[in-house]
């Protein structure tokens, strides 16, 4: 099963495309695309994505999120 990063990675691809992942990186100083999906999540890495996700998605976006890390 992959790792939270690597499935809100995914999650923000999917709706943001590659642009939206870059300004995830610039937003959060984490390189996502360095994390393993079978790689353990960083606790201070995860901690800065999940701060950054509010000015990169929607209301909506993250609440389809939140249910989708939630069935993991």
Sequence with gaps: ???RISRITAFV??????F????LIM???VNVRSIGPNDPDPPDALRRLEQA??????????????QLLSEA
């Design 1 to 3: 099963m992959a790792n």
């Design 13 to 18: 691809e999917k709706r943001k495309l590659g």
């Design 20 to 23: 939206g992942v870059a300004r």
């Design 27 to 29: 937003m959060s100083g």
């Design 53 to 66: 996700l509010p000015q990169l998605l929607s209301a909506q976006e993250l609440s389809e999120l939140q």
